[in-house]
């Protein structure tokens, strides 16, 4: 059954009084025209006076206002902008208001869960547990001690694992440079090279313009969790390791980014639970959340989640963005990331 809502009825009655105002208008031509008794031309000129004022206050005043409002609505229940902000006004009269105070009963603050989400990235290797300075300057130690030895990829490794925990710890910033992201994820590849050895590659490849693309903004610590999960789930187990390829393309609206393995890959089954887990919306209970949480921990695997970096860009950018898999056994996998096209301003490059 169709509901009809107050917005739905008020178009209705000025439908009404425009044809109103035709007819009285008509009426008051041929009134003029055939001499008719002032008293009934001046009744008619009232109407039409009276049904002109409606329609112009329906047509400047209700309609944009209603229109704006139906667009703060369903932004809001999409999931494109972080915050309902709506004057006080009689708006609890539209179809979308249903939907909306559905949503709002089920969801918590999007900025509280942006800000609990990106504190997972801040804390990637130390878990809070230990002062950045005295990593760095341990760090920087063993570095100066290797050159003094000779140890020049020894001093390398060290050089890069301390710039990537660098980056991961400071700064905590919601969008970084292509660039910028592209450096940490070629320290913290260093490192791992120096682990399992030159079989394990890293190619980087761009299908549109390089340097414009690299200026390009995404979200901070997006790359490098992708890569560590080729690396955890795909390469680490074979024993010739294997080549890890990162491709960016775009569009006038949109930014492409494929990591791709040429490891085991996973099941048909598991790969649809885990794009199903993907595509989840951000907003879950907080009990839920950490239940999460705790359950990754158990796991050993203390890499960023790729569930976290996809609801950080669905927080981010709405819930049409986020991250994709396509994987076959024995094939590899590519985690796919969509995310509109974000230019860094002039001040950042």
Partial sequence: MKRYTI????????????????LSFAALLYMLFHNTDIVYIS?????CIAGGTVIGGYLFQVRPSIASLQKTYNEFANGKTITLQIEPSTHMFLTEEEELINRLNELIDRKELLEVSNKQGEYLALQNQIHPHFLYNTLEAMRG?????GMKTLAN?????????????SDMQFLVTVEEELENVSNYFLVQQYR?????????????????IKRLKIPKLTLQPLVENSVYHGLETQE???????TFDQTEQHLFISVKDSGKGMAEKKLRELNDSLNETPFKSMEKYYMDKQAKKKTGHTGIALKNVS??????????????????MGVGTNVRVTIPRQEAAESDV
């Fill in 43 to 47: 009744v008619s000129i009232i109407m």
């Fill in 7 to 22: 917005s739905n009825f008020i178009k209705i009655t000025v439908m009404l009084t425009a044809i109103f105002v035709f």
């Fill in 311 to 328: 609801q950080r860009i669905k927080l981010l950018f709405g819930d049409e963005y986020g991250i994709y898999i396509f994987s076959a």
């Fill in 145 to 149: 001690d290797a050159l003094v030895s």
């Fill in 157 to 169: 490794v060290a050089a890069a694992l301390s710039a990537f925990f660098r980056y991961t710890i």
């Fill in 240 to 246: 010739n390791r294997g080549a890890i390829s990162i």
């Fill in 196 to 212: 399992f050895g030159e079989n394990l590659k890293l190619e980087i490849h761009f299908v549109d313009d390089e340097e414009q």
